[in-house]
């Protein structure tokens, strides 16, 4: 192996240039010629692809976003659309590749690989931390902080107004972000959606919070909730507590960005360095990850089917703490 490319795709997440960074530095210190792919999938089937060094990745570490930029690529979900991105690298000799992303992104490296043979290693770059095969995701830190510090600004006003918060944050399918923000911000309830919380629970939760005198309170909604997002929660529990002051807020792609805790940084970077290095040790369709503090590899195949569930005892962590 002589000359490797790396791209970012899907949702941007915090610490992903950490990763970019470490990827380009490992492979000029194993002798690779390395290159950039910008905007993912969609810049491989245009060609967007150029060389890099070590300056090309200067003072990027504390960075958020992407500096490779990131897309969403219908044309590559086609045969015919990944065979004009094989042939692109062809035509600069492109001998593997690392992907920084999630579940999408390894999708569709798993598939390129099995049908044209590029070696992939993947890292996992996402701010949900729902994928199999590593304890934590790149930007997953950085984004229950940044819900944490809006969670924190938002409890001062409640207290002051004697309000109830419906709380939105990222996690479409996972409850990461909501539990781990709703946790430390001291939340009364959190909703996500790999638990069954009723609108009848939430009632009850805010009558009893009602009874012990508790002035304000806040509830975290994870935006696949299978109750719905935090505005139609709320309009649910209004209908049924007239009485009580609602207000709603929605973090949204606040949470993709920012720089990177040190935690993220230091993920990103590990899991740059080991994919260049796996690459190098003959690792295919693999993504690196950290489990347990050791760099691990898991076929792309399990980080996509197989599931990642929330702990248990931080489910029961917030039951307890919100009496």
Do not use: W
């Amino acid at each position: 192996m002589k000359r490797i490319a790396v791209f970012t795709s899907g949702g941007d997440a915090p610490g992903m240039n950490a990763c970019i960074r470490a990827v380009v530095r490992c492979a000029i210190y194993n002798k690779l010629e390395v290159y950039g792919i910008k905007r993912g999938y969609e810049g491989m089937i245009s060609g967007q692809i150029q060389a890099m060094n070590s300056h090309s990745v200067s003072n990027i570490v504390q960075k958020g976003g992407t500096i490779l930029k990131s897309a969403r690529s219908k044309e590559f979900m086609t045969p015919e659309g990944r065979k004009k991105a094989f042939q692109q690298l062809k035509n600069f000799d492109i001998d593997g590749l690392v992907a920084i992303g999630g579940n999408g992104t390894f999708t569709g490296a798993k598939l390129f690989y099995e049908e044209f043979g590029i070696p992939t290693v993947g890292c996992p770059g996402t701010i949900d931390n729902d994928l199999y095969g590593t304890d934590y995701t790149i930007g997953y830190d950085t984004a229950v902080n940044t819900a944490l510090d809006a969670i924190d600004k938002i409890r001062d006003t409640a207290d002051s107004h004697n309000r109830v918060f419906f709380i939105e944050v990222m996690g479409r399918d996972s409850g990461y972000i909501a539990i781990q923000s709703g946790i430390s911000g001291g939340a009364e309830i959190v909703m996500v959606p790999e638990t069954d919380t009723s609108i009848e629970t939430v009632i009850h939760t805010l009558e009893k919070g009602k009874l012990q005198h508790k002035t304000s309170a806040i509830v975290i909604v994870a935006e696949g909730d299978e109750e719905g997002n935090a505005t139609e929660v709320a309009a649910k529990v209004g209908a049924k507590l007239s009485d009580l002051d609602i207000k709603v807020t929605i973090l949204g792609h606040i949470q993709r960005g920012g720089s990177p805790t040190s935690r993220d940084r230091i993920l990103a970077s590990r899991t740059g360095v080991a994919a260049v290095e796996g690459l190098l040790k003959g690792h295919k369709s693999v993504m690196a990850g950290v489990v347990n503090d050791e760099v691990v590899f898991t076929p792309f195949v399990d980080t996509i089917t197989k599931h990642k569930p929330i702990s248990n005892d931080l489910i029961r962590l917030v039951h307890i703490l919100s009496i």
